[in-house]
T-cell receptor, first 117, second 109 residues
Framework: GAVVSQHPSWVICKSGTSVKIECRSL??????MFWYRQFPKQSLMLMAT?????????EQGVEKDKFLINHASLTLSTLTVTSAHPEDSSFYIC?????????????FGPGTRLTVT | GQNIDQPTEMTATEGAIVQINCTYQ??????LFWYQQHAGEAPTFLSY??LDGLEEKGRFSSFLSRSKGYSYLLLKELQMKDSASYLC??????????WGAGTKLIIKP
């Protein structure tokens, strides 16, 4: 099956610093990658959708200058949380898909738990 | 607006059967997904329905009625490891996934 990896799996950083999270599709080329955030006991919240080689599409309320997304290749997307604050502490999950119609399931990475102190 | 409704939490007994319902109102419909998510982990794909009817996959089955905007996930012969959150998601006319808040299923011995 399709495998998506994320790195790091957890990170602790100080307030005001930036953190980069990588998402890789290991055995397939992902046309589209998605970034989600999930707070404890809440559902997934889509932050942005990115297609390789183009700018990410951010959901309403998500600051694009704070959450920088780069989708440089068909197997790699990165999310950088800039000037992190404690309220950015959350579980960040990426997913990848081949894109298009039909059974285009999203393959999820294992998630990155970010704690900002 | 677009909306997906699921019960917040359900409790069932090991070995029993449980049905988790999902109703949706979306702009267009291009398929409905069920995902399982264990605490602290990422979601994993369970099922996909795009036509009306029942899709069976082992102990899990998923049903869809497009005219009613309704789906359910049926879990049989419940095991303790089935304790998880179950997420319903609908792909709308723009092929964007709209996620429900998830149903936390608690299995008791």
């Amino acid at each position: 099956g399709a495998v998506v990896s994320q790195h790091p799996s957890w990170v602790i950083c100080k307030s005001g610093t930036s953190v980069k999270i990588e998402c890789r599709s290991l055995d397939f080329q992902a046309t589209t990658m998605f970034w989600y955030r999930q707070f404890p006991k809440q559902s997934l919240m889509l932050m942005a959708t990115s297609n390789e080689g183009s700018k990410a599409t951010y959901e309403q309320g998500v600051e694009k200058d704070k959450f920088l997304i780069n989708h440089a290749s068909l197997t790699l997307s990165t999310l950088t949380v800039t000037s992190a604050h404690p309220e950015d502490s959350s579980f960040y999950i990426c997913s990848a898909s081949l894109g298009g119609v039909g059974l285009d399931e999203q393959y999820f990475g294992p998630g990155t738990r970010l704690t900002v102190t | 607006g677009q909306n997906i409704d699921q019960p917040t939490e359900m409790t069932a007994t090991e070995g029993a059967i449980v049905q988790i319902n999902c109703t949706y109102q979306t702009s267009g419909f291009n398929g409905l997904f069920w995902y399982q998510q264990h605490a602290g982990e990422a979601p994993t794909f369970l099922s996909y329905n795009v036509l009306d009817g029942l899709e069976e996959k082992g102990r899990f089955s998923s049903f869809l009625s497009r005219s009613k905007g309704y789906s359910y996930l049926l879990l049989k012969e419940l095991q303790m490891k089935d304790s998880a959150s179950y997420l319903c998601a609908v792909k709308d006319s723009n092929y964007q996934l709209i996620w429900g808040a998830g149903t936390k299923l608690i299995i008791k011995p």
